[in-house]
């Protein structure tokens, strides 16, 4: 099998698990309120703390991967011997 071909595939199987792992079974959607029902496994939040908690942690994620997005593409340093260099040059 080629290198890329085997990349791919490893890859297919990994999104596939990953996406899976995620479904709740049915015992665990019992205990879920509606809006996380058949996507979260074991009980449901305890409060309503605990949406605001992973809430701000959503816009912490979200907000720090932009940033990391935004200056590995363009670093904003103009000289040729910085280290970003490195990964955005691939020659």
Request: some cysteine.
């Amino acid at each position: 099998m080629k290198r890329s071909n085997l990349k791919a595939t490893a890859l297919t199987l990994l999104l596939l698990v990953a996406a899976t792992a995620g479904w709740a079974c049915p015992v665990c959607e019992k205990q879920q309120p509606k809006v996380l029902r058949g996507v979260a496994h074991g009980a449901g939040p305890d409060n309503n703390w605990d949406y605001l908690i992973v809430g701000v942690i959503t816009v912490i994620v979200l907000v720090t991967l932009y940033y990391s997005m935004k200056w590995l593409v363009r670093p904003g340093e103009d000289t040729p011997d910085h280290i970003k260099r490195n990964i955005l040059d691939l020659d």
